[in-house]
């Protein structure tokens, strides 16, 4: 069930009371992936091509040494049907460093390659994660736990299979961010300090480091990406039966809706393109599957652009089948609106993954992923391209209503919307508290023109009498359009603040609770996850979280960071 890593939270107050609480013995533990798909014949970690196969059975060898619970999300603890107290046992931490098998598991590293930065890289795999099994929950859903920095796999190449806390505690973070911003996200069960130390690099410079090592328990209904099928295309004939195999699967288990479906279930989508035929998506379940992909992925980055949000690393291997944010790295939220931003050192001589990109990448990214598809006679090329020209279409849509939304309007006004974006670049605004406080504009036509920007000054920060005037016109025609809604000020008000957070995790707020942690104290850690658990409320007395960042979080490490953690 796909839709459940996007959807609610584990259900009402009431519902959640009359759910069974389980102890970690008593999960219902299911295996489909490596009970339904090929397996690798070894079991051995070291670094290998591994042929024919999905997947790797290999247990955690993270060093460990007293390992201790940094934090915890009781949203997703939820999701497992998994007590609260669970928590509070002393050997948990053992159970989540991979130290100690939990009984039901069989644990294994999934295979993958994948395009990075536009070159086809071949074989990359979970070089550094080890999925644990599958849990089932008194709902019938379907949630794998995963243990990222757990050790040497197969696909590990020339790595140590191991994390440090800085970057565990921001995939943590932001894991249970993003599901509080209501975008589709893998999700965050814990995240264990191992004891031990881990020698990083983190600017590629020489000056390599010691830095605490950590876990964190990823938990999503698939992990399955867009390499998963890549890799197979790339192997020759026999290998793919291996693309249908897994495109059975992964539509029996997450589109099981597209398994038999009829025209008479409302799927007869039918479009013609250019001079070619009409294509019938109730004809073949593959091609209404790979619309499906691409118009999740699709609605997912329209969302990440509405909130401000660079994924940073939008390789093919970090693209999920589920239309999930996955693979949280060198991230970063938009502070002051620059289009051309990139969290990512390694991203910087090209910019391939910058935050105005990211559309455009996604597009890319799908056309990767059909090419398997064809190669493999699941899909026509008049389908592929079809596939591709419904991203468009959905990407547009779900962008347009969006940015609809955070101006409070009726409508998509492209010129309006346009101008603002062209002032918030200009004057460099921060993108998340301006649209927060454009709520405070009132539909009133009477107003001054000396006091049009009183409600939003406190964006507007050092701007000279050009630019005031640019802003001052802007409001004019904003105001005019509220005007002609009719919605008033209250109703729209709340509306804005429903899609417009105040509070979003911002790469400083990251390591002031890496700071922290890196010398014991995991509070902030505690307390930035549940101020992101409820990003549009007003949470007063937590104030600061929605402040601009300090100089300091401006230097290299905190603003931007690299693919390595």
Known sequence: MASTAAGDEAGTSGEAAVRPRRALEELEWDQTFVRELPADPRSDNIPRQVLHACYTKVSPTAPIDSPKLVAWSPAVADLLDLDHKEFERPEFPEFFSGATPLAGSVPYAQCYGGHQFGSWAGQLGDGRAITLGEVLNSRGERWELQLKGAGKTP????????????????????SEAMHGLGIPTTRALCLVETGKSVVRDMFYDGNSK????????????????????QIH????????????????????????????????EGLSFEAAIGDSPAIDLTSNKYAAWAVEVAERTAYLIARWQGVGFTHGVLNTDNMSVLGLTIDYGPFGFLDAFDPGFTPNTTDLPGKRYCFANQPDVGLWNIAQFTGPLSSAGLI??????????RYGTKFMDEYQSIMTKKL?????????????????AVDKVDYTNFFRILSNVKADPGIPESELLVPIKAALLDIGQER???WISWVQTYIEELVASGVSDEERKATMNSVNPKYILRNYLCQTAIDAADLGDYEEVRRLLKVMER?????PGMEKYARLPPAWAYRPGVCMLSCSS
């Open 380 to 389: 026509s090329k008049d389908e592929a391209n079809y596939v591709m020209e």
């Open 210 to 229: 010691e830095e605490p090592g950590a876990i964190v328990c990823r938990v999503a209904p698939s992990f399955l990406r867009f390499g998963s099928f």
């Open 233 to 264: 295309a790339t192997r020759g004939k026999e290998d793919l039966k291996i693309v249908r195999q897994l495109a059975d699967y992964t539509i029996h288990h997450h589109y099981p809706h597209l398994e038999n479906i009829k025209k008479s």
């Open 535 to 539: 990003p549009y409320d007003e949470q």
């Open 155 to 174: 696909y590990s190449r020339f790595a140590d299979g191991l994390a440090v806390l800085r970057s565990s505690i921001r995939e943590f973070l932001c």
């Open 408 to 424: 409070g309007l009726p409508k998509y006004n492209k010129q309006l919307i346009g101008k603002l974006l062209n002032n918030l």
């Open 468 to 470: 005031k005037e640019a």
